[in-house]
């Protein structure tokens, strides 16, 4: 099994709308958990960091549920500027950081 | 703040050529430097890990000979791509990080080789 699973997608989704993204984790000792983006050829860009209490910054909203042992990202009021992939990492217990395949947004005028 | 150059940024050359990719972070000091390589419409797969002036730690099925590296400093890693050949072309990515491994990885913007 995977350390980290993600749903590829693609969402499509019209401006302004909210989209919510899962991303399950096969270690329930993992502590560590990051939210990326990448754009299309370009380098992942550190989003937010995903703490046991949960956090928000602006539109976006990160959330760990450790009893079914996944992380959540919910972006409100989506922008055309938020299409991109968004890659899940669980730091797992050690020095890694284990990346899911990255789910595709595009957001539609 | 939390800046990582990397440097070329795209590299096209002849089969059998070595190559040479530098990572450099420019705002803080990297206790770790992380390679990773991603081919088209995957995920980054992670080549090896070092640590400043220690010896790097391969993933599995990834030739040490083969992608030298070398973490000389705090600030600064290389990669070598040794007698590169076609199926070496990818998007090559470097990450560092300062502290603990709880700490997030700030990422270089790729370097992009094609072998001819």
């Known amino acids: 099994r995977k350390e980290v699973e993600q749903d590829p997608g693609p969402f499509n989704v019209p401006e302004g709308a909210t989209v919510a993204f899962n991303c399950t984790y096969s270690?329930?000792?993992?502590?560590?958990f990051f939210w990326y983006r990448q754009d299309c050829r370009k380098e992942p860009k550190l989003l937010m960091s995903?703490?046991?209490s949960g956090n928000e910054d602006g539109r976006f909203t990160a959330q760990l549920n450790r009893a079914s042992q996944y992380i959540s990202l919910l972006i409100r009021d989506s922008k055309l500027s938020d299409s991109a992939t968004y890659l899940c990492?669980?730091?797992?217990?050690?020095?890694?950081?284990?990346f899911g395949t990255g789910t595709s947004l595009t957001v539609i005028p | 703040g939390a800046v990582v150059s990397q440097h070329p940024s795209w590299v096209i050359c002849k089969s059998g050529t070595s190559v040479k990719i530098e990572c450099r972070s420019l705002?803080?000091?990297?206790?770790?430097m992380f390679w990773y390589r991603q081919f088209p419409k995957q995920s980054l797969m992670l080549m090896a890990t070092?640590?400043?002036?220690?010896?790097?730690?391969?993933e599995q099925g990834v030739e040490k000979d083969k992608f030298l590296i070398n973490h000389a400093s705090l600030t600064l890693s290389t990669l070598t791509v040794t007698s590169a050949h076609p199926e070496d072309s990818s998007f090559y990515i470097c990450?560092?990080?300062?502290?603990?491994?709880?700490?997030?990885?700030?990422f270089g913007d790729g370097t992009r080789l094609s072998i001819l």
């Open positions: 270690n329930s000792a993992s502590q560590s």
């Open positions: 705002d803080f000091q990297a206790t770790t």
């Open positions: 070092s640590n400043e002036g220690s010896k790097a730690t391969y």
């Open positions: 990492v669980d730091t797992n217990t050690g020095n890694q950081f284990y």
């Open positions: 995903v703490y046991s």
């Open positions: 990450s560092a990080r300062q502290g603990a491994s709880n700490q997030p990885q700030h």
